[in-house]
Every structure is written in structure tokens, then in C-alpha cells.
């Protein structure tokens, strides 16, 4: 069936750098991308989502960039804290569907 | 974004029993989800709760394991039945809210279920 992916499980960055985590996805009919924050013992936080109709999209010292062509999908965090350390979890949404398919997770862990 | 309030937390169950997990909005919203997270995985859909109807189960899934109730616009129940230790996971409510283009799905903080 289709899924959502991830390359990297694990990523390890020095405080103040820029992250960079990577999603691949496989279904060609989905519209809308999502990726969440999920701190240990809380459920998923949103973070930012992009509409297939985009490219890139930009928020608080983050910024979503979607290439359709290849079917990937990537989360840019600015000036690296901290308290960004968490798993993150790119999501996919079919236009036929509304629940969500979650990739893998990418654990980010930022070093002081 | 809508306030959701998972009970209980967590709880540790002995196999062969069953435990209703609830799920509380603070608004009303048109989609509700529940989602199962097994140790160190991703989010795996269990079912759409759908308001005064049965819900729709996706492949893996079948309601007599995890049958769940949702009376009213703001709260639904998943059961999880005939538990054994495979069972064990975080179980996470999701809810859209009403009215958006961009339906962003948000989570409760989960149930985090062992079963013994």
C-alpha cells in the first residue's frame, strides 16, 4: 500500500545550527502534508503543513519545502534549541481521505 | 485548535480484560480518529469514529477488538478488548475541526497502555 517514509531515524545537531529532516512519500493522489513535533509522553504537536499546490511554505523558524516530482518532503528548523529536541513525524493526506498517514519518525537530538 | 482530553493517562491491565479509553472535546468537530503508536513506532490509524454510526475500521483493525462509540460531536470511546502484551502501546485520539480548508488533525496526549 502507499507510505510514508522517512531516511534518517536519528539527528544529532550542535545548539544554533539548522536541521534539516527528510520524508519521502510514495502516494502520487496526496494533497496535503503535515509535520508534527511529538515530545516524550505527549501526543503529536502541529508544527506546519503545506497544500500540494506549494512548494515551500515558511512559519516561526521553520519552513516546509515540498518537491512533487520526487515526492519528498522536508522540515528546515532555524537557529536550532534545545527544546526542539523531540521526534518528528511528516503525515500525508489523500484527497479521497481525511484521517492522516504518518511516516516513521526522525528523533532530533540537539546537543548543548 | 480544540482542547482534548484523553482518560485515563495510562493504566496497566492484566491480559484477557478489556479497557475503555474516552475521549472529551472541547468544541464540536466533524472527524474523529483514533491511533494506535506501538513502542518507538510511528502513528498507525485504527478507525475514523463516526457520529451515530459504526465506525470505519482500517485494514488490520475490526471492531470486535476495538469497538468504538462516538454518541455526539465531542466524545468518543475505544475499547480495547481481550487485551494481551502485543496490545500494549500509546493509544492517541485525533480530532479535525470544523469549519477549516486545511483540516490540521490535533492529538490528545494519549493512553499509555501495558498490558501484562
Known amino acids: 500500500g502507499e507510505s510514508v517514509g522517512l531516511h534518517l531515524p536519528t539527528l544529532s545537531v550542535q545548539e544554533g545550527d539548522n536541521s534539516i529532516i527528510n520524508c519521502a512519500y510514495s502516494?502520487?493522489?496526496?494533497?496535503?502534508f503535515i509535520w508534527y513535533k511529538q515530545e516524550s509522553g505527549k501526543g503529536p504537536q502541529f508544527i506546519i503543513d503545506?497544500?500540494?499546490?506549494?512548494d515551500k511554505r515558511q512559519g516561526q523558524r521553520v519552513t516546509v519545502l515540498l518537491n512533487k516530482t520526487v515526492k519528498h518532503l522536508s522540515l528546515q528548523i532555524a537557529a536550532t534549541q534545545p527544546g526542539d529536541s523531540a521526534v518528528y513525524f511528516c503525515?500525508?493526506?489523500?484527497?479521497?481521505?481525511?484521517?492522516?498517514?504518518f511516516g516513521s519518525g526522525t528523533r532530533l537530538q540537539v546537543q548543548p | 485548535s480544540a482542547v482534548i482530553s484523553q482518560k485515563p493517562s495510562r493504566d496497566i491491565c492484566q491480559r484477557g480484560t478489556s479497557l475503555t479509553i474516552q475521549c472529551q472535546v472541547d468544541?464540536?468537530?466533524?472527524?474523529m480518529f483514533w491511533y494506535r503508536q506501538q513502542p518507538g513506532q510511528s502513528l498507525t490509524l485504527i478507525a475514523t469514529?463516526?457520529?451515530?454510526?459504526?465506525?470505519?475500521?482500517e485494514s488490520g483493525f475490526v471492531i470486535d477488538k476495538f469497538p468504538i462509540s462516538r454518541p455526539n460531536l465531542t466524545f468518543s470511546t475505544l475499547t480495547v478488548s481481550n487485551m494481551s502484551p502485543e496490545d500494549s502501546s500509546i493509544y492517541l485520539c485525533?480530532?479535525?475541526?470544523?469549519?477549516?480548508?486545511?483540516?490540521?488533525?490535533?492529538f490528545g496526549s494519549g493512553t499509555q497502555l501495558s498490558v501484562l
Open positions: 502516494n502520487s493522489a496526496s494533497d496535503y
Open positions: 469514529a463516526n457520529q451515530g454510526s459504526e465506525a470505519t475500521y
Open positions: 485525533s480530532v479535525a475541526s470544523r469549519g477549516t480548508t486545511n483540516e490540521k488533525l490535533f
Open positions: 503525515a500525508e493526506r489523500d484527497t479521497g481521505r481525511r484521517a492522516l498517514t
Open positions: 468544541s464540536q468537530v466533524t472527524m
Open positions: 503545506i497544500r500540494s499546490n506549494m
